[in-house]
């Protein structure tokens, strides 16, 4: 998600949420920034009155977040499959390689998703696009364990969208189930 005023944020807002978007910078960076990065803007906020939200490795960041500090509701938008069990990350192809970094692959490949998302207890909603499962299976696989080990969560499926939360249709299916 890109900037503090997609389609996404907007239809948060007209469902009465206030937002408080947090740039996060991703360039030369791996998750243990991102998610300091949130966390200093996440501590100036009352955890029992906050949603985290992130997609792809955005939603990590808030994953791993949520986990050192329970929030109200966490919303996952297309979990990026960045863990320690993760096919990808253990044998990347040159493109995954170049795409992610070294660096990036190595940090991702620390995290234990078993680990962080027991600390997970809040009301959690995982969303995925249809299109996910063709295009990046791994991502998709994650999302149902995270929603199967996560015990007041729900798994929803996106019909016909692909890895863009800003797809009218994941939008759609976002506003209805929040």
């Not at 978007?21 to 960076?29: E, G, H, L, N, S």
């Not at 998750?31 to 990065?37: F, K, L, P």
């Not at 929030?71 to 493109?95: G, I, T, V, Y």
Request: hydrophobic share 45%; with cysteine; proline share 4%.
């Amino acid at each position: 998600m890109r900037g503090g005023d997609g389609p996404l944020l907007q239809a948060i807002r007209e469902a009465g949420y206030n937002v408080k978007f947090v740039d996060i910078q991703w360039k030369r960076t791996v998750v243990s920034d991102w998610v300091a990065e949130l966390e200093k803007d996440y501590r100036r906020n009352d955890p029992a009155n906050t949603i985290l939200a992130g997609f792809s490795f955005g939603a990590v960041t808030a994953l791993v977040a949520a986990a050192k500090r329970l929030p109200a509701e966490l919303w996952l938008f297309s979990l990026s499959p960045a863990f320690d069990d993760d096919r990808e990350l253990k044998h990347p192809d040159k493109d995954t390689l170049r795409w992610v970094g070294s660096r990036r692959l190595q940090a991702f490949a620390a995290l234990d998703y078993l680990e962080i998302i027991k600390h997970i207890t809040c009301k959690t909603v995982v969303f995925y696009g249809e299109q996910e499962a063709v295009d990046f299976p791994e991502l998709v696989r994650h999302c149902k364990l995270v929603s199967q080990q996560i015990p007041d969560s729900r798994l929803i499926e996106v019909p016909g969208v692909g890895h863009a939360v800003d797809d009218e249709r994941y939008v759609a299916a976002i506003r209805s189930n929040i």
